[in-house]
């Protein structure tokens, strides 16, 4: 799974890059869905990636406002310094979170805990979910591939950003239209680039690349 990760990164600069976090603890109430850690395997695993990335510094680290991505962050960043890369944690971005969350979170929660987490991101996706509640999936994928653009804009080396899995799905089901039916869920560590040459921007999925020009 992590040499996937490295095998998919392309070498572009800038790059920028939208990740899931390290694995995470099990949730077992969706209640409590943005209180759950990173395991001991998921440090390792966010602390090996890191020390494999190395060859992309200088690196910028952003996460999202969840511990979880914050922890994946630090362990990525302290893997890159301790292997004589240089990388800066520059802390949290709002968009890495849940900014398509319109509602409240607890009818949210129990709307997913009613219908199972990938029934409701299928509805939502499909435009089924009240627009009061949770972003249609258009102005949802607006706000992910923002933070990417805006990033490649600014020419930095490569960014990195600690995210969750439906932030990557909202992607990969707008721009790739790729549906997680088909392709499954993200993994742990998966992760899509962005980066531009001239006024193209290219965005990558393992095997899936894509372009579009601004």
């Given at each position: 799974?992590?040499?996937?990760?490295?095998?998919?990164?392309?070498?572009?600069?800038?790059?920028?890059?939208?990740?899931?976090?390290?694995?995470?603890?099990?949730?077992?109430?969706?209640?409590?869905?943005?209180?759950?850690?990173?395991?001991?395997?998921?440090?390792?695993?966010?602390?090996?990636?890191?020390?494999?990335?190395?060859?992309?510094?200088?690196?910028?680290?952003?996460n999202s406002p969840v511990e979880r991505c914050h922890q994946t962050a630090?362990?990525?960043?302290?893997?890159?310094?301790?292997?004589?890369?240089?990388?800066?944690?520059?802390?949290?971005?709002?968009?890495?979170?849940?900014?398509?969350?319109?509602?409240?979170?607890?009818?949210?929660?129990?709307?997913?805990?009613?219908?199972?987490?990938?029934?409701?991101?299928?509805?939502?996706?499909?435009?089924?979910?009240?627009?009061?509640?949770?972003?249609?999936?258009?102005?949802?994928?607006?706000?992910?591939?923002?933070?990417?653009?805006?990033?490649?804009?600014?020419?930095?080396?490569?960014?990195?950003?600690?995210?969750?899995?439906?932030?990557?799905?909202?992607?990969?089901?707008?721009?790739?239209?790729?549906?997680?039916?088909?392709?499954?869920?993200p993994s742990f560590l998966d992760s899509i680039s962005a980066y531009k040459?001239?006024?193209?921007?290219?965005?990558?999925?393992?095997?899936?690349?894509?372009?579009?020009?601004?």
């Amino acid at each position: 799974m992590i040499n996937d990760t490295i095998k998919f990164i392309p070498n572009h600069k800038p790059l920028s890059i939208i990740m899931r976090h390290a694995e995470r603890e099990s949730i077992i109430d969706m209640k409590n869905a943005l209180s759950a850690l990173l395991t001991p395997q998921g440090k390792i695993d966010a602390y090996t990636l890191g020390s494999q990335l190395t060859h992309l510094a200088p690196v910028i680290l952003y996460n999202s406002p969840v511990e979880r991505c914050h922890q994946t962050a630090d362990q990525i960043y302290h893997a890159i310094i301790d292997n004589s890369g240089d990388c800066k944690l520059n802390g949290t971005i709002f968009d890495l979170g849940g900014p398509y969350v319109k509602g409240d979170w607890s009818e949210l929660m129990q709307i997913i805990q009613k219908t199972g987490m990938y029934e409701f991101t299928r509805q939502w996706f499909n435009g089924h979910i009240s627009s009061d509640l949770i972003m249609p999936l258009p102005e949802a994928a607006l706000t992910q591939i923002n933070v990417l653009l805006k990033q490649l804009n600014e020419n930095i080396n490569c960014t990195i950003n600690i995210s969750h899995d439906w932030n990557l799905m909202i992607l990969l089901e707008y721009y790739f239209k790729l549906k997680h039916e088909d392709i499954g869920i993200p993994s742990f560590l998966d992760s899509i680039s962005a980066y531009k040459m001239n006024d193209t921007i290219y965005l990558n999925y393992h095997h899936h690349n894509l372009k579009f020009t601004l």
